[in-house]
């Protein structure tokens, strides 16, 4: 049995993951391969598409707590705003 199918039960009953032929006929599907990344492209969401006063009261939030990533988020937001 795989170490990865002796937790799960499901309903008292074992789960087809408990059983071992399961497992290893799912293992035969796998395949493995690299991927060269050559490019990333990234967008900032930053609640642009509600609307204003959503994105006040988002900010407002941000700004309340004491976690200086969420602090700076709120700054993002705001300079969206003003755009």
Do not use: C
């Not at 199918?5 to 408990?18: A, L, M, P």
């Amino acid at each position: 049995m795989s170490e990865y199918s002796s937790k799960i039960v499901v309903k008292g009953k074992k789960s087809k993951f408990q059983d071992s032929r399961f497992i290893e006929g799912m293992s035969k599907g796998i395949v493995a391969f690299k991927i060269k990344i050559t490019k990333i492209k990234a967008k900032a969401k930053l609640s642009q598409n509600h609307p204003v006063e959503r994105q006040e009261l988002i900010i407002k939030h941000l700004e309340n707590t004491s976690q200086q990533d969420n602090i700076q988020i709120a700054s993002l937001m705001k300079k969206n705003l003003q755009k």
